[in-house]
């Protein structure tokens, strides 16, 4: 489903979104108050404008026609929180705001952000998480306690069924696909057999997996 969404603040974060969000087939309309960001995204985006961050250019920008608005400002918490509160108070149904640490997202939340992200924090994680265990290849936070993530097949695991490593049972973690080779098991049956190189793409708290999986 094609959705019009609205990125306000291009910088180095702000664009990406954008440009992914125009890249994915939806209607993106790019705001920002910096004439040279505007610039640089006009031709990656739907439309770009540049926009005083105060209620009344907001609403004119178009703004209001969008199914969610994402607040990318870094470089200023102040101008971060107002235009989030603005967005909010003009009737925006979904808004997702970047925030810079603990404080500002407790901010966000406060106002009524519908979604708050810090990047650099989750960035932060993520790199932690691979660094500690040398065999997870990707990971993806789905909430502060859960994650799916992407690792090599451990040794122990070779050769035993996905019945018999009773992962789910005994770690709460749900083994989603293997990756093998060129092949893709989707929701591999209890009876497969794990092969030496399998890539696991597998869901569950993220303690359980680095705590106990890991330890296997």
């Known amino acids: 489903m094609v959705q019009t969404i609205g990125v306000v ?6 664009s990406s979104i954008a440009k992914t969000l125009n890249e994915l087939g939806h209607q993106v309309l790019a705001i920002d108050s910096n004439g040279d ?3 640089n ?21 178009g703004i209001c026609e969008c199914d969610m608005v994402v607040v990318a ?16 108070e003009l009737g925006i149904k979904y808004v997702c705001a970047r925030a810079v640490d603990d404080l500002h997202e407790k901010a966000l939340e406060k106002i009524g952000a519908n979604r708050v992200i810090n990047p650099e ?8 998480n691979q660094l500690i265990s040398s065999d997870i290849l990707d990971i993806i936070e789905i909430s502060p306690e859960y994650t799916v993530q992407e690792f090599t097949a451990k040794k122990e695991f070779v050769g ?14 749900a083994v989603l696909a293997i990756k093998r ?17 399998d890539i696991l793409l597998a869901v569950g ?11 296997e």
Do not use: C
């Open 181 to 197: 080779e060129d092949q893709l098991i989707i929701l591999p049956p209890a009876e497969e057999k794990i092969r030496k190189d």
């Open 37 to 39: 960001n505007i610039e």
């Open 9 to 14: 603040g291009l910088g180095r974060f702000g």
């Open 205 to 215: 708290k993220t303690k359980n997996i680095h705590k106990d999986i890991h330890k």
């Open 121 to 128: 924090k989750t960035a932060g994680i993520r790199l932690a």
């Open 41 to 61: 995204i006009k031709d990656f985006v739907t439309l770009a404008k540049q926009v005083e961050y105060d209620t009344i250019s907001l609403k004119e920008s």
């Open 73 to 88: 400002i870094g470089h200023s918490i102040q101008e971060n929180i107002l235009v989030t509160l603005m967005l909010k």
């Open 160 to 173: 035993k069924t996905l019945v018999e490593l009773d992962l789910r049972k005994r770690h709460n973690v």
